[in-house]
């Protein structure tokens, strides 16, 4: 987990910085996780965490052709998944569960402290209204401009790895 720990801080400063997520961050975490799992648990353990990375594309590959989840993003947990062979079981669950419910709290912090944030939660719902009266599913349209509205979800992530690693949940 070391490793991980280590380029999720790298990831952080240049997701803050540069509003992107380095491929070759990516690649080194993702290939660390997998010799990892093959290490602790042989082809078992890694076939389970490329089943994961899968089916957490799988899960979140919409979200970005949506545009409300970056590519970077989805990249960042598929990475993490290749971990969830050193997990406890259900462990990446857990994780993925406080991952969102901090990016959640993160979130309405954000509503409560800034005008646009709150404008973005009314433009959701007028969106996700029309989805369901119409069921066409058109492109979230996303300001860049707009910083504060953006919860930038390598934070979350790393936060809710820290209380994993640390034993707040397991």
Not at 30 to 35: K, N
Not at 54 to 63: D, K, M, W
Not at 84 to 113: L, R
Not at 128 to 149: E, H, S
């Amino acid at each position: 987990m070391g490793i991980l720990i280590g380029v999720f801080c790298v990831v952080i400063f240049m997701d803050w910085r540069y509003y992107r997520i380095p491929n070759v961050c990516i690649f080194i975490g993702t290939a660390a996780g997998l010799v990892t799992a093959y290490s602790s648990c042989h082809a078992a353990g890694f076939l389970g965490s490329v089943g994961t990375a899968a089916v957490i594309f799988l899960a979140f590959y919409p979200f970005y052709l949506m545009g409300t989840l970056g590519a970077g993003d989805v990249k960042l947990f598929m990475m993490t998944g290749c971990y969830s062979a050193c997990m406890e079981p259900h462990g990446f669950v857990h994780y993925m569960f406080v991952t969102m419910a901090v990016a959640g709290a993160i979130s309405v912090v954000k509503m409560i402290v800034y005008t646009e944030s709150r404008e973005r939660l009314f433009y959701l719902m007028r969106y996700l209204r029309k989805v369901v009266m119409t069921g066409v599913v058109d492109q979230y349209q996303i300001d860049r401009a707009q910083k504060r509205c953006v919860v930038r979800l390598s934070i979350p992530a790393f936060i809710s790895l820290i209380m994993m690693c640390a034993g707040v949940y397991a």
